[in-house]
């Protein structure tokens, strides 16, 4: 009989001391279970915005299903290389919700999961097949043109296996805008 495999995103801030020169290779294990493939920032030099995205692989003979927090920069959060901060809009003015007069952060907006738009919502469940995927993503809404690559990408999360809980933090930035 399968175990049944939950997981939780607890998406916390972890410092990632990096440089823009080095590449981040793909795809990224997350832990023995889970890798982040196709991770890919792409500028819109227009509007000034960037939309990250990426997917979530399953490499268990069983479901994964858990949490994602999206809530404060501390849970979900990312530092481009000029040191700016993104965390997810809860806010009513699309602003980070607790950050509104500070210049110093900006919003992240248009969360994503499988092509359906996560609004305001404070936690997300998902659930990955064995051998699938799910794809994720968000708009960073204000960036400098000037800024050439994501830095730090707030990553920490907990997998359930049976009853045993497992930490893994792992080390997610340093990529490119690609600016169209």
């Not at 990426?54 to 927090?69: A, E, T």
């Amino acid at each position: 009989m399968k175990k049944n495999v939950i997981f939780t995103l607890l998406i916390l801030s972890f410092s990632c001391i990096c440089h823009a020169q080095k590449n981040l290779r793909l795809p990224v294990k997350l832990n023995p279970f889970l890798t982040l493939e196709n991770l890919k920032a792409v500028g819109n030099s227009k509007t000034g915005t960037v939309k990250i995205s990426m997917d979530l692989w399953n490499h268990f003979g069983s479901p994964i299903s858990g949490l994602i927090k999206l809530e404060t920069f501390k849970n979900f959060g990312v530092t481009d290389e000029h040191g700016r901060m993104y965390e997810f809009s809860l806010g009513k003015n699309g602003e980070p919700s607790n950050k509104k007069n500070d210049i110093n952060y900006s919003a992240i907006g248009e969360f994503e999961y499988q092509s359906k738009k996560i609004d305001r919502q404070r936690t997300l469940k998902i659930v990955v097949p064995p051998g699938a995927g799910r794809r994720f993503s968000f708009l960073l809404v204000k960036v400098d043109r000037k800024v050439n690559a994501i830095q730090e990408l707030h990553v920490k999360y907990d997998v359930l296996i049976g009853k045993e809980y497992q930490n893994y933090t792992k080390n997610v930035g340093n990529f490119k805008i690609r600016w169209k």
